[in-house]
């Protein structure tokens, strides 16, 4: 590893500390609280980052995502095709992911980010140059990958922390 690689490390470990803090002690109708109704839940909002994770890393890993090759996809139970990460998910398809447990969201969020940062420990800082998506101009390399990825799934978090705060309201 490189300094480099232990940046990211550092920021997806970062990712794993807010999702912790923001689901610790919810149950269920919490956890799929919408503010107005509307809104992204923090269910759907935990779910959807460790989607996109686990499906962005796998693809520049070249290994099967946790979420099959674990059964997590079975254990979550949502009516969703199984390669669904939640992008471009309407209203409607947001309040289909209800009545998850706080310890399914974090047991799947924490697989993927062990399986993260063991594919981040086989890097060099000659790797993060590599070309993983020609169809972007210019190409996504790497690094970019993985760095938006991080920024994505932070986003998110902070929404969900968001959520989080308002339920305290």
């Known amino acids: 590893m490189s300094a480099s690689t232990d940046l990211l490390v550092d920021a997806f470990g970062r990712i794993r500390e807010v999702v912790e803090e923001v689901v610790d002690g919810l149950g269920p109708e919490e956890l799929d609280s919408r503010p107005d109704g509307r809104a992204n839940?923090?269910?759907?909002?935990?779910?959807?980052?460790t989607r996109v994770q686990d499906d962005h890393i796998a693809g520049v890993a070249g290994t099967e995502q946790i979420w099959t090759a674990d059964e997590w996809y079975e254990a979550f139970g949502l009516p969703f095709p199984e390669a669904d990460i939640g992008y471009g998910h309407a209203r409607k398809d947001v309040s289909k992911v209800r009545g998850l447990s706080a310890e399914l969201l974090?047991?799947?969020?924490?697989?993927?980010?062990?399986?993260t940062a063991r594919y981040l420990a086989t890097l060099a800082v000659k790797d993060l140059g590599r070309?993983?998506?020609?169809?972007?101009?210019?190409?996504?390399?790497?690094?970019?990958?993985?760095?938006?990825?991080?920024?994505?799934?932070?986003?998110?978090?902070?929404?969900?922390?968001?959520?989080?705060?308002?339920?305290?309201?």
């Not at 974090?106 to 399986?115: F, I, L, N």
């Not at 972007?136 to 705060?165: F, I, K």
């Open 106 to 115: 974090t047991g799947y969020h924490a697989a993927v980010h062990e399986s």
């Open 41 to 49: 839940s923090i269910a759907w909002l935990v779910w959807h980052l």
């Open 131 to 169: 070309v993983v998506d020609r169809s972007w101009s210019p190409p996504v390399t790497l690094g970019v990958r993985l760095v938006s990825v991080v920024s994505d799934d932070l986003q998110h978090a902070g929404q969900a922390a968001y959520v989080r705060g308002l339920l305290g309201r």
